[in-house]
């Protein structure tokens, strides 16, 4: 018989939560600039350690660029190391992100996902975290808080996987998850120290042991060291996998690279990243009602792309319809549209498929707007063919 | 894991498999780099003109400026490059450089 455990369920933001995460998960080093709608999270943070709740460095950086690094030189030291960052502020540290994935520190860092300047805007966008894609970082998505409480604490588990030593991200919507009160479950101290004990980094910086850390190497090395990081990163989903298993039993929550809804017999398949997800869930349940086969896939994983889970999930599906809340301005289409579409050719999948940017600079997609583009996508389905490639979807024309 | 076999390296004899993970090496420390082969002139120090004013050992990039018990000093020329800042800082011109 399985043991009952007590649930304790708390209300806080989303940004309090991945505090909560952090703390709990009994980081060392926190380096950290301020920056809307992550702030809270630093905050927070920065309160526990004043509070001597967190025995943990708090280091208040003079930039993203300087937060990111002391997190790279933390992390290769040994120290369980945290940060969180937006838009301009992760743009800010882009050339580190790289060199952190390259040198292999394990660092968590959340991302309130939010716009780009310019126009200055501060609400809920992909373009941030789309301009880090190809960092070699590990990219993971939640759709509400209690996934960005989870997510975070699996993020150190799976950073410090002594298979994979990488950095790792954990996206949530700026002010949608980072500013809500959701209700969520939260794990005791002792079951999140169980999970993620605190393991030697095996590369760390070590007076009697003196290595060299991000040396030169030339044409005849280079590639090779490249080539290592292309290994090393396709290992994080059977690293997930592993992490998501262990979770389970300490929260009765178990995650998988996707997250399909409604999926079985889906004709209509709607992709997407994010709070926007649950949205769609709602709108695809009512859907359901009606007898309109549609179905929802939201991606935990953003990077390593799950081809292979998706190509399985779109096999079938008579229409594919992808939301992108960026774009690759003078690219084929949005980030997770031109991913969709090479997974498809790939796998030898044909079938109609448009990309919807929607939401930019926090612009709300309401429930209403939901079921307008699924209306729109049953109507595509009839006529068996979209009108369009890209729909930018709720924008006034 | 972190070693390198330097030959290896240059004859093409190595995959990305053996190469130690992110480029984290063991290199032998400052202390085993015998920079004063590099060197192409090479300071000499007239120790009667020497004030122990110790300019150059204040201003030597790579410590190879040895201070002695007489209270003046000497050259390492082991580590000593030859790049000629010890002689154009010291005072009294004590300090010749001289093709190797």
């Not at chain 1, 050339?95 to 952190?100: D, F, G, K, P, Y």
């Not at chain 1, 949608?176 to 910086?205: C, N």
């Not at chain 1, 042991?209 to 292309?230: H, I, K, N, S």
Request: charged fraction near 25%.
């Amino acid at each position: 018989m399985s043991e009952l455990k007590q649930v304790r369920k708390i209300a806080l933001t989303g940004d309090e939560a991945v505090a909560y995460a952090a703390k709990q998960a009994d980081v060392d080093v926190i380096a950290a600039y301020p920056i809307t709608p992550q702030t809270i999270i630093v905050e927070r943070l920065s309160k526990y350690v004043a509070d001597g709740e967190l025995n943990a460095a708090f280091i208040q950086a003079e930039s993203e660029h300087s937060a990111i690094s002391i997190c790279l030189g933390a992390a290769l030291a040994g120290a369980r190391t945290f940060t969180s960052t937006a838009s301009q502020g992760l743009a800010l540290m882009h050339e580190v992100l790289h060199i952190a994935s390259s040198m292999r520190a394990p660092i968590v860092m959340a991302i309130a996902n939010r716009a780009l300047n310019s126009p200055l805007n501060i609400h809920c966008d992909h373009s941030d975290i789309m301009n880090a894609r190809d960092t070699g970082w590990v990219h993971l998505f939640a759709n509400n808080v209690q996934q960005a409480y989870d997510l975070t604490i699996m993020a150190f588990k799976i950073a410090e996987d002594p298979e994979l030593l990488l950095p790792v991200s954990v996206n949530l919507d700026g002010f949608i998850l980072t500013h809500s009160v959701e209700p969520l479950e939260v794990l005791s101290d002792e079951d999140v120290q169980s999970y993620i004990p605190h393991i030697p980094y095996p590369y760390r910086i070590d007076f009697d042991r003196p290595l060299a850390y991000g040396v030169m190497a030339l044409p005849d090395t280079y590639m090779e060291f490249r080539r290592q990081l292309y290994e090393v990163i396709i290992k994080a989903p059977k690293v997930f996998r592993k992490a998501s298993e262990s979770f389970s039993k300490i929260s009765g929550r178990l995650y998988n690279l996707i997250a399909p809804y409604f999926l079985e017999d889906a004709e209509i398949i709607v992709l997407a990243l994010g709070s926007t997800v649950e949205t769609l869930r709602y709108v695809a349940r009512k859907f359901r009602g009606r007898n309109v086969k549609i179905g929802v896939v939201g991606l935990t994983m953003y990077r390593p792309f799950p081809e292979k889970e998706i190509a399985d999930t779109l096999a079938n599906a008579k229409c594919v319809a992808v939301m992108d809340r960026a774009y690759s301005y003078g690219g084929v289409g949005g980030p997770l549209y031109t991913d969709i579409l090479s997974t498809l050719y790939k796998n030898g999948i044909r079938t109609m498929i448009a990309d919807f940017i929607y939401g930019l600079g926090g612009r709300d997609f309401k429930l209403t707007d939901a079921e307008e583009l699924f209306s729109k996508l049953v109507k595509s389905v009839e006529v068996g063919r979209f009108d369009q490639d890209i729909y930018w979807w709720g924008v006034r024309e | 894991m972190t070693e390198i076999d330097v030959e290896k390296i240059v004859k093409g004899e190595f995959s990305w498999k053996t190469l130690p993970p992110a480029a984290m090496v063991k290199v032998p420390t400052s202390l085993e780099y015998k920079t004063g082969v590099w060197r192409i002139e090479k300071p000499i120090i007239d120790q009667s003109k020497c004030t122990k004013c110790l300019l150059c050992w204040i201003y030597c990039p790579d410590m190879a400026v040895k201070r002695i018990d007489s209270g003046s000093v000497e050259i390492d020329y082991e580590f000593c490059k030859g790049c000629g800042i010890c002689a154009e800082v010291c005072p009294p011109k004590a300090i010749k450089m001289v093709e190797e």
